[in-house]
């Protein structure tokens, strides 16, 4: 990834489900809060529905002690797609889904992948970051995109 701890997070377009689809930055989003942004390669595979979303939603109360009041998950999906995968996981009040249909943030971030061999085109690594005040803090990415463990809610949070 081309961004890096210590980094300002870019100020890029994304997609909400919110009445309908509203496009805003993510910094808006996110305001000058303490949270957790992890992106990852797509909403209902197989990995990203297993492990990935449900351990930031199981870790509700860990989050909670780390003073953490946000937690978003990114994915290259449209913002139907992330809202009816967050509903299908429970995951409203716990994580925020924001949609990146056309990849803007997380080309900005450098971490666009090319999953075409898989049928998912261009994708987001799986990666997470702990953001305060804007302003990267800690991040994990993994190697592989269908391995979940740098990555993944206990560990990161073990780290932070």
């Known amino acids: 990834m081309r961004i890096k701890e210590g980094d300002q997070l870019p100020d890029t377009k994304i997609f909400i489900l919110d009445s309908g689809p509203k496009e805003i930055s993510l910094r808006q989003v996110i305001g000058e809060e303490k949270c957790i942004i992890f992106g990852l390669p797509g909403a209902f595979t197989s990995t990203c529905s297993t492990k990935h979303l449900p351990g930031f939603i199981n870790a509700e109360s860990q989050i909670k002690e780390k003073d953490i009041q946000k937690v978003v998950c990114v994915s290259v999906n449209d913002p139907f797609v992330m809202d009816a995968w967050g509903k299908a996981h429970n995951a409203q009040n716990k994580v925020l889904m924001v949609s990146d249909p056309n990849c803007d943030f997380t080309k900005s971030i450098g971490a666009e992948t090319n999953l075409a061999h898989k049928g998912l085109g261009i994708r987001s690594k799986r990666y997470v970051m702990l953001v305060e005040k804007g302003k990267i803090i800690k991040i994990s990415e993994e190697e592989i ?16």
């Open 145 to 160: 995109a269908g391995k979940c463990e740098a990555t993944a809610a206990e560990n990161f949070l073990k780290d932070i």
